[in-house]
């Protein structure tokens, strides 16, 4: 295997990668570069200056994992990587320190003048007058954003004798309190309320273009804004505006709406009182080696066959949600991949419904691996990551329940598939930890250890059926490991079925010549993932 490190990424990277695969390690490249190459390779990493691009990710014909060595992948073009079926990953921790200094660092260095006052002073002049700034004590700091980062600055301006106002919708008054800060629930409650603020969020559609020239009039006069996420958060032409109007006292800025294209921003010429640096957030030895360790140990692990800590496009299997329902993963997809075998028509509905241990629980990661077992049996190509793009694309409704109803198990899961056709319902269980079993299927009440090769023969109740199906498998030289045999529940019922464990392939001449046997009904081979 082999890995592409492009973007000046911290050689200890290819140190913990080369054990599972080549790393090469090569200069920044336009798309048409990128192009011509990354079919050799099964990952790629990269930091902010290569845009991962549809037309590259195409290219890429054996990539499994694209990282990224810091906190945004907005570069990288997460939809076209899902689809097909390309975990991508970041560090959303490794730059938080770097990050939140810089944060404070422009804010301080703005609200002292710190840049026109080295400037004169290297000049040979004395302005002291001239450069009068303003203190943070006492100030109100405004902080968009209360994750990992915009919560370290607040800890920090809080040291400093700030006050703090919070604004964040996905975190709740109780949590922001608690942390010592003020709670708003709409940003129309924010504005007005600040002297600084600072925005720690991911450009969205949502957040591009959140401060602008509607917004900042909401803003005191003399407010300060400081940008250190990404660029096009604040438009820039509306901040030149309203720092040339006065109505913004200064600004701080590290990212850009064109980077590295910086000689095209208004904010270069803009005649006031700002702070511009070129992307520095991340920029410091200790976060460069944090998120070159971080996501190099993530491509090694999934090139390894393991799992990705922090993979963007796949949330439903990050580590806390996985760990749970960890031991269930492989039955689920187990499950879902003998119930289309069983079924005939076009899949329409999936219905999931856990009960024991499962019943409280987030079962999502379960969904996804139910999702990629129906998916995988017929399509190629199919993993956890775009087995619900394409589930979704194809127009199949998943519908999720949980039981509190008793059962025999440690934690069971049931898939009802409903085709155009028809409906096969099959159930999957843990009769302790480590032990999986197929526990249903249809109206039979089964104990089934999953193998690659099973054959499924319904037939009518009645002496030397087992005889018969054996002599067929034996005289075709497939060996049969074990073999389970239930009535439907109801003792009078004389149909039965049949679920034999064999080592082998068995292909439509077996299935033929078993259907031939008296009594036996439409015998299907089923392959399952073990």
């Given at each position: 295997?082999k890995?592409l490190?492009t973007d000046k ?7 913990i990668?080369?054990?599972v ?7 920044t490249m336009s798309e ?5 190459i990354i079919?050799e390779?099964?990952?790629l990493m990269?930091r902010?200056?290569?845009k991962?691009t549809?037309k590259i990710?195409e290219?890429?014909k054996?990539l499994k ?6 906190v945004g ?9 899902t689809?097909r079926?390309?975990?991508?990953v970041?560090s959303?921790?490794g730059n938080?320190?770097?990050a939140s200094?810089?944060t404070?660092?422009l804010?301080l ?5 710190i840049?026109?006052?080295g400037?004169s002073t290297?000049?040979g002049?004395?302005?002291?007058s001239?450069?009068t700034?303003?203190?943070?004590y006492k100030k109100?700091?405004?902080i ?5 980062i ?6 920090v301006?809080?040291a400093?004798g700030?006050?703090v106002?919070i604004?964040?919708p996905?975190?709740?008054k109780e949590i ?9 629930e709409?940003?129309d409650?924010?504005w007005?309320k600040?002297?600084f ?7 969205t559609?949502d957040?591009?273009n959140?401060?602008?020239k ?8 003399g407010?300060?804004?400081v940008?250190c ?11 030149k ?16 709406e064109?980077e590295p294209?910086i000689a ?11 702070v511009l640096?070129?992307h520095?957030?991340?920029s410091t030895?200790?976060?460069?080696m944090?998120?070159a360790?971080d996501v190099a140990?993530?491509i090694?692990?999934?090139?390894s066959?393991g799992?990705?800590s ?5 949330p439903s299997?990050r580590?806390?949600k ?8 492989q039955i689920?997809e187990n499950?879902g991949?003998l ?6 028509g076009?899949?329409k509905?999936i219905e999931?419904?856990a009960?024991g ?5 987030d079962i999502?990661?379960?969904e996804v691996?139910i999702?990629k077992?129906?998916?995988s ?10 087995a619900?793009?394409i589930?979704k694309?194809?127009?199949?409704d998943l519908i999720s ?6 059962t025999n198990f ?7 598939l409903?085709t155009d056709k028809e409906?096969?319902?099959v159930?999957?269980?843990l009769?302790t930890?480590d ?6 299927i249809?109206e039979?009440?089964?104990s089934?250890?999953p193998?690659?090769h099973?054959?499924i023969v319904?037939h009518?109740n ?5 005889a ?7 005289e075709k030289g497939i060996?049969?490991?074990s073999m389970n ?8 019922e ?12 068995a292909?439509?001449e077996v ?6 046997i ?13």
């Amino acid at each position: 295997m082999k890995v592409l490190v492009t973007d000046k990424i911290n050689e200890s990277a290819g140190k913990i990668i080369e054990g599972v695969a080549q790393v090469d390690f090569l200069p920044t490249m336009s798309e048409d570069e990128l192009v011509k190459i990354i079919g050799e390779y099964d990952a790629l990493m990269v930091r902010s200056q290569t845009k991962v691009t549809p037309k590259i990710i195409e290219a890429g014909k054996n990539l499994k994992i694209i990282g990224r060595a810091g906190v945004g992948v907005d570069n990288i073009n997460l939809e076209t990587a899902t689809q097909r079926g390309i975990i991508v990953v970041n560090s959303p921790d490794g730059n938080t320190m770097a990050a939140s200094e810089h944060t404070i660092a422009l804010m301080l260095a703005m609200a002292r003048n710190i840049v026109p006052a080295g400037c004169s002073t290297k000049e040979g002049k004395w302005d002291r007058s001239k450069f009068t700034g303003c203190e943070l004590y006492k100030k109100t700091l405004g902080i968009i954003g209360f994750g990992k980062i915009g919560s370290h600055v607040g800890e920090v301006a809080l040291a400093l004798g700030m006050k703090v106002i919070i604004y964040d919708p996905f975190t709740s008054k109780e949590i922001v309190e608690k942390f010592g800060g003020e709670y708003v629930e709409t940003l129309d409650e924010f504005w007005d309320k600040c002297d600084f603020i600072t925005v720690h969020v991911p450009k969205t559609k949502d957040t591009l273009n959140m401060i602008n020239k509607d917004t900042i009039a909401k803003m005191k006069k003399g407010v300060r804004l400081v940008n250190c996420a990404r660029g096009g958060i604040i438009n820039e032409n509306d901040l030149k505006e309203a720092i040339e109007n006065g109505h913004v006292a200064s600004a701080a800025i590290d990212v850009y709406e064109n980077e590295p294209n910086i000689a095209e921003c208004p904010l270069i010429n803009c005649q006031g009182n700002i702070v511009l640096t070129p992307h520095l957030g991340a920029s410091t030895k200790e976060a460069q080696m944090n998120v070159a360790i971080d996501v190099a140990e993530q491509i090694r692990d999934v090139l390894s066959g393991g799992s990705a800590s922090s993979a963007v496009n796949i949330p439903s299997l990050r580590p806390d949600k996985l760990e749970p329902v960890k031991d269930y993963m492989q039955i689920a997809e187990n499950t879902g991949e003998l119930a289309v075998q069983l079924s005939t028509g076009a899949v329409k509905t999936i219905e999931i419904t856990a009960d024991g241990d499962l019943a409280d629980l987030d079962i999502q990661p379960l969904e996804v691996a139910i999702l990629k077992g129906v998916l995988s049996a017929r399509l190629e190509g199919v993993n956890y990551v775009n087995a619900p793009v394409i589930a979704k694309n194809r127009g199949i409704d998943l519908i999720s329940t949980r039981s509190k109803a008793k059962t025999n198990f440690a934690g069971r899961i049931t898939v009802k598939l409903i085709t155009d056709k028809e409906t096969t319902t099959v159930a999957g269980a843990l009769v302790t930890k480590d032990i999986p079993r197929i526990v249903k299927i249809n109206e039979y009440e089964t104990s089934i250890r999953p193998e690659t090769h099973e054959l499924i023969v319904p037939h009518t109740n009645k002496p030397s059926m087992i005889a018969q199906v054996a002599k067929v498998i034996g005289e075709k030289g497939i060996n049969i490991g074990s073999m389970n045999v239930v009535q439907k529940n109801d003792k009078h019922e004389t149909e039965s079925i049949m679920v034999i464990n064999i080592d082998t392939v068995a292909g439509d001449e077996v299935l033929n010549e078993i259907s031939q046997i008296d009594g036996v009904h439409n015998p299907k081979y089923v392959k399952l993932t073990v």
